[in-house]
């Protein structure tokens, strides 16, 4: 008879031949006599992975994983590196191809523009995931960013001189040795300056930093600002915000946050000072994830900052009224019902990502703070990310758009409540969430499958909140054709995981991944005037 310490080891070994197995059958068979097929070869030690890595549903190939824990042995896999890998399937050869030529802005056409408009025009390789920008001191100049994995592996940025009505086209260089730039984010200065970061990725050693470019041209032409990140190699979906204030004391100054390894980071510039030299850790013991977060400024320079955090499924705030210089300690304002990642049928493959979009104004005695996210619905049956619905379109379960606020500077929370729930079996995720900083009018998109009894083509909604968040105007729809990213020839990143939204002066621009009529990914945009 088996002892219980003999059933414990043979159970073990047991597991371990079944990973190495599982494993792997994994590895992608990569082109012959390239670097990549040398590196998959290279990196074959499977022992250096985990046996619950067999569940964890992240799609990354078991080599890659391993040539990850080379170098980093401990702490949670970037999301990023769903991006390298794509990147190294495109190019075998593993170095990164010449940089494309940029596209001016055009003169202006006189034909009536339509209310959809193709940011990035006609490309050759899918684009997707993007951030949008108007320039406050100026706002006929609107800056986008979006990833290029495929194509050039650079971020791509548009911009523009007349109010969208068309675009220039240019891309951030390479500096030392990056191969790849994921993670889009841009923004503007007052003194006209145009600024984008982004995750940039060495293949060899894998390494992810947060790279910072300026640009004194509207968005032509780029150069290196900074690495905020300093000597961290994990950095993993950043997010930023310039402080526009004409009021606030800490006009100008840049932050940025992010996830690496297991915390949150911030750093800020100052202007005249530029970037602090080393970034600083702003979460505590409560948190151990952070990844999904996002930072805002009101008219006072006061700095909020937020994050989801899967351990507890809790949502983390801070503060600071010092320009960043110290924070407080991060406490919960609110919940989430599932956890990092989870599958609907219009994002099957590339999973919907729960982050948090944030914004900030100040009303009168009001200081409002507002976050919006996607979500399990919380119904019966829906409320742990094991129920979400997966490919199964007829699932009870679906995902909504929830947020909360403070009207008192963050003291005080509201209720976590849902913006629009419709009885539908449809899928709301990727919200931004942006505030009108001249009228304080709030404004929403999201993609919604609400109008595809299939669950698998969406359009852009947009929503509005003239009342401080208490309530929302009925859903508009923003596209003038729905997107299907499960169909054949769709690429594997399918919308990325987030949108851009930015407004002022009673105008907003929403931009968005858009693959109308079958062509590959193209980053899409439309005027949404305030007509109160």
């Known amino acids: 008879m088996r002892t219980p310490f003999l059933t414990a080891i043979l159970l073990l070994l047991l597991a371990c031949a079944a990973l190495t197995t599982a494993l792997a059958g994994s590895i992608e068979d990569a082109e012959p006599r390239t670097a990549l097929e040398r590196l998959v070869a290279e990196n074959q030690d499977f022992s250096r992975l985990e046996p619950g890595e067999l569940r964890d549903g992240l799609p990354v190939p078991a080599w890659l994983r391993v040539l990850w824990r080379r170098d980093h042995p401990d702490g949670p896999y970037p999301l990023l590196l769903k991006e390298v890998h794509e990147w190294m399937l495109a190019h075998p050869d593993l170095v990164p191809p010449e940089e494309p030529e940029p596209i001016p802005v055009p ?10 408009r193709r940011v990035s025009g006609p490309w050759p390789d899918p684009i997707n995931e993007s951030d949008v920008q108007i320039d406050r001191w100026n706002p006929k100049r609107i800056l986008v960013a979006s990833n290029d994995i495929k194509g050039s592996g650079r971020l791509a940025v548009f911009y523009s001189k007349d109010g969208g009505a068309t675009w220039g086209r240019s891309f951030l260089p390479f500096v030392e040795n990056d191969s790849i730039h994921a993670d889009p984010t841009v923004d503007w200065s007052s003194d006209g300056t145009a600024w984008a970061t982004t995750a940039a990725v060495e293949v060899t050693p894998l390494a992810l930093r947060l790279r910072v470019y300026r640009s004194s041209d509207g968005g032509a032409t780029w150069k290196l600002d900074d690495t905020p990140s300093g000597a961290q190699g994990r950095v993993d979906k950043q997010m930023t915000w310039m402080d526009h204030s004409r009021t606030s004391p800490y006009r100008d100054t840049f932050y940025a946050i992010w996830r690496d390894r297991n915390g949150v980071f911030m750093n800020r510039r100052v202007p005249g000072k530029g970037w602090a030299a080393m970034p600083v850790q702003v979460n505590g013991p409560e948190s151990v994830d952070g ?27 801070i503060q600071s009224k010092n320009g960043g210089a110290t924070w407080t300690a991060p406490r919960s304002i609110g919940s989430t019902w599932g956890i990092y990642q989870m599958i609907v049928p219009a994002v099957a493959e590339r999973k919907m990502l729960i982050y948090l979009s944030a914004g900030a104004y100040v009303r009168g005695k009001k200081s409002l703070i507002y976050a919006a996210w996607a979500d399990l619905s919380g119904a019966p049956g829906c409320r742990v990310r094991e129920d979400a619905p997966g490919e199964n379109v007829a699932s009870a379960c679906k995902t909504r758009i929830w947020f909360l606020r403070s009207a008192d500077g963050g003291s005080t929370w509201s209720a976590p409540r849902k913006v629009n729930d419709p009885a539908a079996k449809s899928d709301q995720f990727a919200p931004a969430l942006a505030v009108d900083e001249t ?15 299939g669950r698998k083509k969406t359009h852009v909604y947009y929503q509005a ?25 769709s690429d594997a990143r399918q919308y990325g995981d987030y949108n851009g939204l930015s407004g002022y002066a009673g105008q907003f621009f929403p931009t968005w991944t858009d693959r109308r009529a079958s062509s590959p990914e193209e980053i899409w945009t439309a005027t949404v005037r305030d007509i109160r």
């Open 291 to 317: 990844l999904g977060c996002d930072v805002t400024t009101n008219a006072k320079g006061h700095v909020f900052a937020l994050w989801p955090e899967p351990e507890n499924r809790k949502i983390l705030f």
């Open 439 to 453: 009228t304080g009018a709030l404004a929403l998109i999201y993609y919604d499958t609400v109008a595809d009894p």
């Open 107 to 116: 003169a202006r056409r006189k034909a009536r523009i339509g209310a959809n």
């Open 465 to 489: 909140s003239y009342d401080d968040g208490v309530t929302w105007t009925k859903p508009l729809r923003v596209t003038t054709q729905p997107t299907d990213e499960t169909r054949e020839g």
